[in-house]
């Protein structure tokens, strides 16, 4: 009775909305195709999903969601806990509290648990579980390798004997409860067997994305301090080769000589890309996995765990300093990927899901790994470029496995978009039935393109907006349940109360745009950042009091929809992927040439977001090619390639105010080529600066 505001929008929303049928979709498409990006306002373009779609659907109606919303909102320990009872096992069931939380750093710490003291484990309730309840030969993964012909696959029995056989090996060099894992391997099976594997021993995985480089590897070994590092020895990615294993020996250096070191480093021999005889070998500290994790017994007890220990962490970006160690623990985390993967792609026991995103991201944790594992489902690992050998391999592999449901990422439904339809046509993806996009907003058209050309103007697009931080999904449509509007991640899943705010921190109501941020606490939200729990509240809890701050801006339309905006501090999302420019401008700065730097975002027709980065050269150091070459190489190694600077701009000084603040306002829009909206400037320590940085904008 005290429901959220966002919910007296759903109303609105649930008379207003035109009604699904068959006309009415016909027509949205129709003016969709018609009117283009150029409709009056965005916000009056739906697409109402078809009668078959939303009678089969497991949220049928607007109505059955504000059903379900509601009691979610009004009694969270009674909806969960209904979740988690029936849908998940449990050794021994929670104490008499389901959650305790303080979200509001005025009443003390922060402090968010859920399902304490029940006793459960994630890869149990993945394997075990489905393999008891029948599924023991349903395909689990379908593996397909980077070269088109190369596949394997592994039944849910198969692929329990093979994470039994790595836990056992864990446990045989002494990896317990509670220590870390360092995981750096690219898309192959043994990216997920490891995650189970140590799920099932209780160890708390880290996997680092195998685009990360060597230093950035060792800043989170140093961090975490794991027992063991697991890797392979290359991959290939498109026509290219990486010796992933001269990486991890680079790091390990690296963190010997910052006091860490690691007693052993598993290598998988990944022979489609690099011999054993050509790997560069450490003896006594390097293993190869093939030689040992087989000889083990493919079944291992498991580890039985309170709901509230560590699961894995999971270092991303902020806004300042040195990446963070995002904490997620076992049953709120366990019990809300399976449930926002099961609604929000509607799935059911006959689908072929895929989800495009690497297990070294978030996405890749509770969207290839443990959402649809835990339900069940048969999930697709792809182990190569999404454009190799060329832009119709997506829809190859869809066609291969008769893929159902497909989880993307804006970035690559542009590139794809831009090399043309006939790579799309020329397959007949009539297996697809639910499309998903992840990691940034997806503009109106490449929205439209994936809905029209890939999904054939069938299949609704779960635009899911979430964060690694959120565990799980946070505002998603559910498909087939309400008309979509393309660009607007729609509603709060189940238990979710967004709130948009002003800078002062005040709720907003109705049709309104500011900071979101959410007022409650969740099953799947982050407990800390590892080792930083004061960063957690500082980061988080502080900017707004009495709410998790999300980063991000948000508008609210007249309908109750939402629609992110993008981040608010100083993270930059590049394909998806979320930088620091702290990060970005310390790499810079260790070059021995660079005197400062600063990092702005400029919009990218593809990958959203590019980084521009202003350097001024230390004295006598003039302006160079050479230069700016050796500046963006010292990015890739200190970061990785993904991160490197698409500009240098040279700058003799940069704009900052009397207090010597960075003005990025200023730069921004200097990097963006706005030059009529500088704004105010006069509060500048040296406002000449900003001209002399226009004249050599194009240099
Ligand atoms: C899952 C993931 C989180 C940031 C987030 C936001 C952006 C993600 C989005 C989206 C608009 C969506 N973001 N999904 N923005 N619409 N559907 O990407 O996690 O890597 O932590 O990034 O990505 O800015 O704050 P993560």
Not at 305 to 322: H, N, Q
Request: with cysteine.
């Amino acid at each position: 009775n005290n429901l959220p505001p966002t919910n007296a929008h759903l109303r609105q929303v649930d008379a207003s909305a035109p009604q699904p049928s068959a006309a009415a979709s016909k027509l949205s498409h129709l003016k969709a195709v018609v009117l283009g990006e150029a409709l009056a306002s965005e916000d009056d373009d739906v697409v109402v999903p078809s009668h078959e779609f939303s009678r089969q659907a497991l949220v049928p109606s607007m109505q059955k969601y504000l059903e379900m919303y509601k009691a979610s909102i009004e009694d969270p320990a009674k909806f969960w806990s209904g979740i988690a009872s029936s849908e998940f096992y449990w050794k021994q069931k929670w104490g008499d509290q389901v959650y305790s939380e303080n979200l509001d750093v005025r009443k003390g710490n922060i402090k968010i648990e859920w399902f304490k003291g029940g006793i459960t484990n994630v890869c149990y309730n993945c394997l075990d579980k489905n393999i008891d309840a029948g599924l023991g030969d349903k395909i689990a993964i379908y593996w397909e390798s980077n070269e088109p012909g190369f596949d394997a696959t592994l039944t849910y029995s198969q692929l329990l004997h093979r994470v039994c056989q790595l836990a056992n090996y864990l446990k045989s060099i002494g990896v317990r409860k509670g220590d870390a894992v360092v995981v750096y391997l690219p898309m192959l099976m043994e990216l997920p067997i490891t995650m189970l594997a140590c799920a099932r021993i209780g160890a708390v995985h880290s996997v680092v994305f195998a685009g990360f480089s060597a230093e950035s590897l060792a800043q989170r070994i140093v961090d975490c301090k794991p027992k063991v590092v697991i890797t392979c020895n290359a991959v290939k990615r498109g026509p290219k080769t990486i010796h992933l294993k001269d990486i991890v020996d680079a790091a390990l250096i690296e963190s010997a000589n910052n006091g860490i070191s690691v007693d052993v480093c598993l290598t998988y021999e990944n022979q489609s890309a690099l011999k054993r005889e050509s790997t560069k070998w450490e003896k006594g500290r390097d293993v190869w996995w093939e030689d040992v994790v087989p000889k083990f017994p493919t079944s291992c007890d498991v580890e039985w765990v309170d709901a509230e220990d560590p699961l894995f962490l999971l270092y991303t970006s902020g806004s300042t300093g040195k990446p963070k160690g995002v904490l997620h623990t076992t049953g709120g985390y366990m019990v809300y990927a399976a449930t926002t993967f099961k609604y929000a792609f509607d799935y059911k026991d006959s689908d072929v899901y895929w989800c495009t995103a690497d297990c070294g991201w978030i996405t890749g944790h509770s969207y290839v790994t443990y959402g649809p594992m835990l339900n069940g489902a048969t999930v697709v690992v792809f182990e190569g470029a999404p454009n190799y050998p060329d832009p119709g391999r997506c829809w190859d592999i869809v066609d291969k496995f008769k893929v159902t449901i497909f989880y993307t990422a804006p970035t690559l439904v542009r590139s794809l978009m831009r090399d043309g339809d006939e790579y799309v046509t020329r397959y007949s993806r009539k297996s697809l039935r639910v499309l998903g996009s992840v990691g940034e907003p997806i503009n109106p058209t490449a929205w439209r393109w994936l809905y029209n050309a890939v999904g054939g103007s069938r299949c609704p697009i779960s635009d899911t907006w979430w964060q690694t931080e959120t565990g799980g999904f946070m505002i998603t449509p559910l498909p087939g349940a309400w008309p979509q509007k393309p660009g607007s991640a729609t509603f709060p899943f189940f238990g979710v109360q967004p709130v948009i705010v002003d800078e002062k921190g005040v709720e907003l109501d109705g049709e309104c745009s500011g900071y979101l941020c959410v007022k409650n606490s969740w099953p799947g939200a982050f407990r800390t950042l590892y080792g930083d729990h004061e960063r957690y509240e500082t980061t988080y809890f502080k900017p707004f009091s009495g709410y998790y701050f999300t980063g991000d801006g948000c508008r609210r339309d007249k309908d109750g929809y939402h629609w992110l905006t993008g981040r608010v501090d100083d993270v930059i999302n590049v394909s998806g992927h979320r930088i620091g420019t702290a990060e970005v401008e310390s790499a810079l700065v260790s070059h021995p040439h660079c005197a400062e730097a600063a990092v702005v975002g400029v919009e990218h027709e593809v990958k959203g977001q590019s980084i521009y980065a202003f350097v001024t050269p230390v004295e006598g150091i003039s302006y160079s090619d050479e230069l700016r070459k050796s500046l963006i190489l010292t990015v890739r190694q200190q970061i990785g390639a993904f991160a490197a600077p698409d500009k240098i701009h040279w700058a003799p000084g940069l704009p900052k105010t009397r207090s010597g603040k960075i003005m990025r306002r200023v730069l921004r829009k200097i990097a963006s080529r706005q030059l009529d909206e500088l704004g105010d400037t006069s509060t500048l320590a040296d406002p000449g600066v900003v001209d002399q940085l226009i004249q050599l904008a194009d240099i």
